[in-house]
């Protein structure tokens, strides 16, 4: 199988092509050093990224306070996340770096607040 | 009237970033006056991360790279006073602010620090007919009310913009479960910074489509869809390419402006493409002790040069405060060249013993081209450059002894060699 990606390790934004069968990557080309080779790998074989959102407080100074996982996670279980999150409160006072919920859907990523509140 | 060695108008990063700078550099009282609830500026609604990767070579999200400043702050003895409304600066350098506690305030001060970062263009400046319906809001404005209030703006969106903010917001909105049906950028490139559009496009599977504007929204009380048309090479709109697509939400993220008011007003000498002040290589404006730095001098992409700029005018405005500034600079004017926009600083006192950066934009994306600093005819340096786009703040530097054999005469040009 093949797939034509952007990496995003750096400005440039380089074409990626990754040949890959269902156990392993063949081969990726079109990448201009390490780093692309190595993002086109996980991108194939385990895709993940940051989670950023907010959620909401009782009794701070805003409804909600923003936060972020302290790790990607896996990219196909971002919406899942959300719907954790979304259905999660915090009491006030937040702070920064407080976790919010802990291994969130077993990703081993906590997601913490990056404000205050 | 109260009297302070400096006062900083705007307490985002880059007026926390001058303000410590200036303290550090020994200006004893220091004020810093910001109209929102908390220091922090814009930072505070950015909640996305990838902010500090260059400053603190870490990637943080907003409110936890304004945080790392405001804790600084907090240890020394600058007065912060927000939701503080800065009205007026005078040519004798009295700022006039407002606020529920002090009432009218009048200071007086030695050094002013301008500080208050851009506005996002609105809808309003646009040719886009149609009424004025409920659900047409800028990106910032949706961030938010998502982000700091806790509010969904719409359900099904059209984003006007490719620039960053757009592309977050789209993002942003989907993620809490809105449909983002197309992002539409007038030109034939979009202006954000690659990674995002892979994370904010691709990974949701929201089309971008290039050239393209929205020509008129429809709905009376809340929106109800808007026409999006192609535009040829003169960016006008091809009538026979209008696409209806039903939404209640428009979002605009199409240009940022810098908040020049207050120093318009006082008659401080602005630079046409930036918007922002003419400045010199402290960033002092054309008048005595008054600098600028940040978002109201130039859009920048990173907050992490927003930084740097910002302590160079709190060191300038300290220079300056201690009567330790040139008392008979020698300024030459920055040129621009083929393929670059603008410069800042506009001028450069030649007298310096360090070297200068400059930094600037192109007007149009590069390939493989060379970017070329030229003094006085002479080709100081020439790199070269994989890519060069408008959405990218570049930098050249001008070498101290460079600047030592320069005069009142010479020049100063940076260009783009294909």
């Known amino acids: 199988m093949k797939r034509e990606l952007t990496c995003v390790a750096c400005p440039l934004g ?25 993002y086109a790998k996980t991108e194939i074989t385990n895709p993940t990224r940051s989670l950023t959102s907010s959620v909401k407080v009782n009794g701070g100074m805003h409804p909600v306070v923003p936060v972020k996982s302290d790790k990607p996670v896996p990219k196909d279980m971002l919406f899942e996340c959300m719907k954790v999150i979304n259905g999660t409160c915090v009491d006030a006072p937040v702070s920064i770096g407080q976790v919010i919920i802990s291994n969130i859907l077993d990703t081993g990523a906590d997601i913490v607040a990056t404000n205050i509140d | 009237m109260l009297n302070y060695d400096l006062v900083v108008v705007g307490g985002g990063p880059a007026g926390m970033a001058a303000a410590l700078k200036a303290k550090e550099c020994g200006v004893e009282s220091i004020i810093v006056l910001e109209r929102a609830e908390t220091l922090g500026g814009i930072l505070e609604q950015c909640i996305h991360t990838g902010f500090g990767l260059h400053y603190f070579g870490e990637e943080l999200s907003g409110p936890e790279y304004a945080a790392k400043f405001i804790a600084q702050v ?9 939701d503080t409304m800065v009205l007026d600066i005078d040519e004798n350098n009295v700022v006039t602010a407002v606020n529920k506690n002090d009432g009218l305030l009048k200071i ?22 149609g009424s004025r319906a409920s659900g047409i809001m800028t990106a910032g404005t ?62 949701f599977g929201i089309p971008l489509r290039l050239s393209t504007t929205v020509v008129e929204t429809h709905g009376k009380e809340r929106l109800e869809g808007v026409t999006i048309a192609q535009v040829d090479d003169k960016l006008q709109p091809i009538e026979s390419t209008k ?8 979002m605009l993220s199409v240009g940022l402006i810098p908040e020049n008011e207050l120093t318009k007003n006082v008659g401080i000498g602005i630079d046409r493409i930036t918007n922002g002040a003419v400045v010199d290589e402290m960033r002092q404006t054309d008048h005595k002790g008054v600098f600028a730095c940040g978002n109201v001098l130039h859009v920048h992409d990173l907050v992490d040069y927003v930084t740097l700029e910002s302590q160079i005018a709190g060191k300038g405005a300290a220079d300056y405060i201690a009567g330790k500034a040139d008392p008979a600079p020698v300024y030459v004017n ?52 994989v890519k060069l786009a408008p959405g990218e703040m570049e930098n050249v530097i001008i070498p101290a002894d460079v600047l030592a054999s320069m005069s009142s005469d010479s020049s100063i040009v940076v260009k783009v060699e294909e």
Do not use: H, W
């Open chain 1, 14 to 38: 380089c074409s990626v092509t990754v040949e890959y069968t269902e156990n392993e990557v063949l081969s990726v080309t079109g990448n201009t050093c390490k780093r692309g080779e190595a």
């Open chain 2, 74 to 82: 907090e240890e020394t003895d600058i007065v912060v006073k927000t």
């Open chain 2, 108 to 129: 007086q001060a030695k050094a002013i620090i301008l500080a208050m970062g851009c506005r996002e263009r609105p809808r309003g400046a646009l040719e886009i007919t």
């Open chain 2, 142 to 203: 949706a961030q938010k009310y998502v982000n700091i209030d806790g509010y969904m703006p719409g359900k099904k969106v059209v984003i006007l913009g490719s620039g960053d903010i757009g592309l977050i917001m789209a993002r942003r909105l989907t993620l809490e479960g809105a449909e983002v049906k197309v992002v539409c950028e007038l030109m034939p490139y979009s202006g954000g910074l690659t990674r995002n559009i892979v994370q904010c496009l691709d990974d």
């Open chain 2, 243 to 250: 696409e209806y697509i039903e939404c209640d939400t428009l």
């Open chain 2, 334 to 385: 920055t040129t621009t060249g083929n393929g670059v926009r603008y410069l800042v600083p506009q001028r450069v006192n030649v007298n310096n013993k360090e070297d200068i950066k400059l930094y600037f934009r192109v007007g149009q994306i590069y390939k493989n081209a060379k970017v070329v600093l030229e003094c006085d005819g002479k080709v100081i340096s020439s790199k070269k450059k």
